[in-house]
């Protein structure tokens, strides 16, 4: 993630994409807001429903929502064995993170060192088991976690906020 922060990923070499693009025919262009559109087939004449670019997007943030929820799984099992507990928190998050993307993609120009603070928290979170067995703590204390997590994001957004400032509004003040 740390190296890839500056590289924009080629989506369109993506299997689930290239499996949907061979089940059903897609049209090159968008046609609005639409998911589907009906064209004249060339060989046959018959009006036929085709998918447009937007169908196609659709299918992978879903995907990418069915990953992540998941991926979720096993860790609130570790957690809770309550199967109400296990799919609520699974549902909230999924919504919750969708209207969070919206928000941080309307935003991503001023957030640009925001990937490798999240690049160095993944690498935190993944190391606290390391860590708690290296002191011989059995779980690595909470608010500790929290307090480094909470330094970690709020440095990646001031880094970020004051390396992206406005330098004009600057002048003038």
């Not at 262009?29 to 670019?53: C, S």
């Not at 991926?71 to 928190?89: H, K, L, Q, R």
């Not at 400032?165 to 600057?170: C, E, G, I, L």
Request: proline share 5%; aromatic share 12%; hydrophobic share 55%.
């Amino acid at each position: 993630m740390w190296r890839s922060a500056e590289s924009e990923d080629d989506v369109a070499n993506s299997p689930i994409l290239r499996w949907v693009q061979s089940r059903m025919p897609v049209t090159d262009r968008l046609h609005g807001e639409r998911f589907w559109i009906k064209r004249q087939d060339p060989l046959t004449g018959r009006m036929k429903r085709v998918a447009t670019p937007l169908l196609l997007a659709l299918v992978m943030i879903e995907c990418a929502d069915v990953i992540f929820a998941v991926d979720s799984v096993p860790a609130i099992f570790a957690i809770t064995t309550d199967p109400f507990i296990v799919y609520t928190s699974n549902i909230f998050a999924i919504l919750g993170l969708r209207a969070l993307y919206f928000a941080l993609a309307a935003m991503v120009d001023r957030f640009a060192y925001l990937k490798y603070a999240l690049a160095a928290l993944l690498v935190f979170i993944g190391s606290k088991v390391f860590v708690a067995d290296l002191f011989g703590m059995e779980k690595f204390p909470p608010v500790a976690s929290l307090g480094v997590t909470v330094a970690i994001l709020a440095t990646g957004v001031t880094w970020s906020l004051w390396k992206t400032r406005d330098p004009k509004a600057d002048a003038g003040n």
